[in-house]
């Protein structure tokens, strides 16, 4: 049997992590990984490796030794010598790349995640964010019937303002979404409105993009603000729509502060 | 209160302030003069009425760009902050060096063995030279609120200046009894004195728990005031304003994040003798404390995630505005760091376990193990760390369809979070249960049942773990969401309790196998202890600007306005570089109090200098 030296061991269990997240997220699931991520996944994994290599002495003397017999012995000193020219040439080239200038619009660092106010005025009133909520909600238990009746209200409100940006589908892919950045919000996805009260939402819909607070600006929002346009029970019915026809349940609060 | 009012209160807690600085700072300061400073203190406090039953309180200040006082080119901003920021370091590192010093000089008197008797003296010692740093420190950062901060500092002693002054009190009895403790250690030995000497200890660590916990007062007040009307004035009621909502959520966070770092500071000055230690002994005596210390860390850094959870839990219970700015909004991509940083953490500290294990040949029967370890901390490191909001190219985000990701979304928010953290505690405490083996064989006739019964235990525990992260993180209401990390957070430390009694039970009367030969370490994995201690420095200076950043515009929240010219959230690029200028000035600082606590030992033998004196 081949015995593997433990520096190619090495090499090759990094390679097969880097190869297996571009074929399962890529491939397999469609999905791709992207670059930022993956340099931080694959320094943790280079990291990791390490750890495990180096923990025993005899496994960390094998590690380092083609290394050190590279510097070290005379017979590799041709192999030596084209190490060291190709080295810093790749050095180079990685920072030539990384540099050139390019016609890419920068990434953006940044998370769209606005902290609401604790209070609010829309419809020439001020609400309360911490205590408000949905006045249709108790419909839920009390009077299924009449509930259901208010979410397909909320559904044709929905269809007739909202989904050109927000999708019929509600996930962010309306017919106008390509045309917008950044893109309306998907809200099937488990990060958005899942993680919300509905009083936050009633807040974003009601002011929309003007209303967004002060900090982390710019958010180059173009969501309109609908308390022009709906009254205030129209955007409580499509909040109902939007967590029926998801299936997510809105965030409430175990205990409020007092 | 008049402008007259408000100079001379400033006035007398400059003198205060100045007293305590420099009775902390000299030892050897003539305590009756001390204490005079002391007594006139109290005496022009009461002068200027400013006492207790005084309700003649005004609003908040609202102040202009025009009241902040500039000193030349300085950014008060920066100079404050590095100030807080670097006694808050040393003030960490003081406390709780005590508490665990008081932990194993109590084990060393239970053992009686002097080795833990003479460790405890050694880690003392060290945290001698950082006390007067400390204090220090703490005269720069009140000096630097007055200068920059005046109306701010007025306010808030308006309103604190009970505790602020037995603060004052406090410092003067803790400095008491720790040179007390410290230079009384060889005199205090050996029977009733022994005792004497650690009971001392206990009122060293009571005094400096509730120092910490007077000035997590004033700074939790600062977050979530209360006390105080929707103005600012205040009602009268000191205690109201100490209990505010956010005081022990962040008391219990302090303590146990200080012991935390306390150890891997200590840790890191063990690897940096042990790197220069000349002999055998040395190495040997470097590298149990080295151990000592990187266990009291890890020991601290396994509940230490927890208590963070529930802080912030109860930010979010305070405000939702907080809770969203911190985690979801401007900060987000700082808590990223901070995920890496605590993933670095438990890395450094497991590779440090693993190297270790080679202390003792015995450890061959468990190496086959570690690879496992390895991939399952790594793999939920990546799960911890994994942004909600990618930072996506436009190829990227056009491939994608928009910003999320329909895999790797759900690993950003938190129900994901909690399941990697509790995995990577589990397996560090496996780690630390495999080390605790590699020299011995049980000796029991339980042994397989033993095994077998923790086998089940970290089976049932980890199934309880993933259930409750997936089905109630994903597939249930937001509350149950939040509710669920309770239980998982109880399964961990119900199997980390339950199998360490077993493993105690198990392992009682064990035959050894393979000594332990301490020394026997590679010289890389004291390079982990260096990193233990930088990361958690670098740590508590990112989480100390943002638990204070989240304040933002507001000196108090919602009460006192910031009109400063710096009242605006800097960039997460320049809160960085702040931070890490802070965190290497912090490490110069820390290795000059290394070097010191060397100098000590050292003897010049010169000759042909001193004059022969005649007797």
């Given amino acids: 049997m081949i015995k593997i030296p433990r520096l190619l061991q090495a090499v090759l269990v990094v390679a097969f992590i880097y190869v297996a997240f571009i074929v399962v997220f890529d491939v397999v699931l469609g999905q791709v990984i992207p670059a930022s991520l993956l340099t931080m996944y694959m320094f943790f994994v280079i990291a990791g490796v390490f750890m495990v290599f180096t923990f025993t002495e005899e496994s960390a003397r094998e590690l380092a030794a083609p290394i050190k017999a590279l510097v070290e012995d005379p017979r590799k000193k041709a192999i030596r010598n084209v190490v060291f020219a190709a080295l810093p040439l790749a050095a180079a080239a990685f920072t030539y790349y990384n540099m050139l200038p390019s016609y890419q619009a920068p990434v953006e660092l940044r998370s769209i995640h606005p902290a609401p106010p604790s209070t609010v005025k829309a419809f020439g009133k001020r609400y309360d964010l911490s205590t408000l909520e949905n006045p249709f909600r108790k419909y839920e238990k009390e009077d299924p019937e009449k509930f259901e009746q208010l979410v397909k209200e909320g559904g044709n409100i929905y269809v007739g303002n909202c989904q050109y940006c927000h999708g019929d589908k509600l996930d962010g892919k309306g017919p106008f979404a390509q045309g917008l950045n950044p893109i309306p919000l998907n809200f099937q996805d488990i990060g958005t409105i899942a993680q919300l009260q509905e009083s936050f939402l009633f807040w974003r819909i009601a002011t929309g993009g003007p209303g967004l607070p002060e900090e982390a600006t710019p958010w180059l929002s173009s969501m309109p603000v609908w308390q022009n346009f709906l009254t205030e029970d129209e955007i409580w019915k499509v909040i109902l729509y939007l967590y029926d026809y998801t299936g997510h349940r809105p965030r409430s609060w175990a205990q409020a502060h007092e | ?615």
């Fill in chain 2, 1 to 615: 209160m008049t402008v007259n009012k408000t100079q001379r209160v400033r006035a007398i807690l400059l003198l205060a302030l100045f007293a305590w600085v420099v009775a902390a700072v000299l030892p050897g300061v003539d305590a009756g003069a001390a204490q005079a400073a002391e007594t006139v203190a109290v005496t022009e406090a009461s002068e200027t009425g400013a006492t207790a039953g005084d309700n003649n309180f005004q609003p908040a200040p609202q102040l202009s760009a025009a009241d902040y006082p500039r000193l030349g080119s300085v950014n008060s901003r920066v100079a404050v902050w590095l100030a807080a920021q670097l006694h808050l370091w040393f003030a960490a590192f003081v406390l709780a060096v005590p508490i665990f010093v008081f932990i194993i000089e109590a084990i060393g008197m239970r053992t009686r063995d002097r080795r833990y008797d003479e460790l405890a003296y050694e880690f003392i010692k060290v945290s001698i030279v950082a006390y007067s740093l400390t204090a220090i420190l703490g005269g720069l950062l009140a000096i630097s609120l007055l200068l920059f901060y005046p109306q701010l500092f007025t306010y808030l002693a308006t309103i604190f200046k009970g505790s602020m002054f037995s603060y004052a009190l406090l410092f003067f009895v803790e400095s008491a009894v720790l040179y007390l403790y410290y230079y009384g250690w060889h005199w205090l030995q050996g029977g009733f004195k022994k005792w004497v000497h650690l009971t001392l200890g206990l009122i060293l660590n009571a005094a400096g728990t509730t120092l910490m916990f007077l000035a997590n007062a004033w700074t939790t007040f600062m977050m979530s005031p209360a006390g105080v009307d929707a103005a600012g004035v205040f009602s009268g009621d000191e205690w109201a304003a100490i209990h505010n909502f956010l005081w022990n959520p962040i008391n219990i966070h302090r303590l146990v994040a200080n012991v935390a770092f306390g150890g891997s500071i200590v840790g890191a000055y063990a690897a940096f003798k042990f790197l220069s230690a000349s002999t055998r002994e040395q190495r040997a005596h470097y590298d149990w404390m080295g151990y000592t210390a990187n266990f009291i860390a890890v020991s601290a850094l396994l509940p230490l995630p927890f208590a963070g959870y529930y802080l912030t839990a109860e930010i979010y219970a305070y405000s939702q505005q907080m809770g969203i700015t911190l985690m979801g909004g401007i900060f987000a991509w700082l808590f990223i760091i901070q995920a890496v940083l605590i993933g670095a953490l438990f890395l450094s500290a497991n590779y440090y376990l693993w190297c270790g294990m080679g202390r003792s040949d015995g450890a061959v029967r468990y190496n086959k193990y570690v690879k496992y370890i390895a991939i399952v901390i790594i793999g939920a490191f990546l799960v911890w760390f994994t942004p909600h909001t990618l930072v996506l190219t436009n190829e990227e985000l056009k491939s994608l369809g928009g910003p999320y990701h329909k895999y790797l979304g759900p690993l950003g928010i938190m129900p994901a979070k909690n399941t990697a953290v509790n995995l990577m505690i589990l397996f560090t405490a496996v780690s630390f249960l495999i080390y605790r083996r590699t020299n011995k064989i049980a000796t029991v006739a339980w042994v397989r049942s033993g095994n077998a019964v923790m086998m089940a235990l970290f089976t049932a525990g980890i199934l309880n773990i993933l259930f409750l992260g997936i089905y109630h993180g994903y597939f249930t209401n937001t509350v149950y969401k939040v509710a669920a990390s309770i239980p998982q957070v109880l399964t961990t430390l119900t199997i980390i309790v339950v199998s360490s009694v077993i493993d105690a039970f198990m392992y009682r009367g064990a035959k050894e196998v393979a000594p332990l030969h301490w020394g026997r370490i590679p010289e890389r994995a004291q390079y982990a202890l260096f990193l233990l201690a930088v990361a958690f420095t670098w740590l508590m200076g990112l989480m100390g600007y943002i638990r204070s950043g989240i304040r933002q515009h507001w000196h108090v929240t919602g009460v006192f306005r910031d009109n400063s010219v710096d009242a605006f959230t800097p960039t997460l690029g320049y809160a960085a570089n702040i931070v890490s200028m802070g965190t290497i000035l912090f490490m110069i600082l820390v290795i000059f109090v290394f070097w010191l606590s060397q100098v000590s030992t050292r003897k010049t033998e010169v000759s042909g200098y001193w004059g022969q004196q005649t007797a």
